[in-house]
Nanobody, 123 residues
Framework: QVQLVESGGGLVQAGGSLRLSCAAS????????LGWFRQAPGKEREFVAA????????YYADSVKGRFTISRDNAKNTVYLQMNSLKPEDTAVYYC????????????????WGQGTQVTVSS
């Protein structure tokens, strides 16, 4: 079992930056692929970014590629999402998720989810 707690959300102006953190408890953190998802009001949850167990392989949605960076520190059981050049359309609740497998592939199932953190980008 893995528990995930996100932090770092908030209100920022368009063009600004935020860094989200997700702290995990439970064993074998270093063997899980991790991801970030988001859900805007009235929309379905969508994939944002993911990395594999070592962090060497990263994956991004086209909408955030070049602006967001996912990284992880297995010694601290933490995954990060650095968000730069934020746009109003990035406004959403952001969720951290862990996949019970070391590698990520498109459409792969994530088994554990955090409660989410709100990110609001004003124009």
């Amino acid at each position: 079992q893995v528990q995930l707690v996100e932090s770092g959300g908030g209100l920022v102006q368009a063009g600004g930056s935020l860094r989200l953190s997700c702290a995990a408890s439970g064993r074998a953190f270093g063997s899980y692929a991790l991801g970030w998802f988001r859900q805007a009001p009235g929309k379905e949850r969508e994939f944002v970014a993911a990395n594999n167990w070592s962090g060497e392989n990263t994956y991004y949605a086209d909408s955030v590629k070049g602006r967001f960076t996912i990284s992880r520190d297995n010694a601290k059981n933490t995954v990060y999402l650095q968000m730069n050049s934020l746009k109003p359309e990035d406004t959403a609740v952001y969720y951290c998720a862990a996949r019970g497998a070391p590698e990520y592939y498109s459409g792969g199932i994530f088994d554990y989810w955090g409660q989410g953190t709100q990110v609001t980008v004003s124009s």
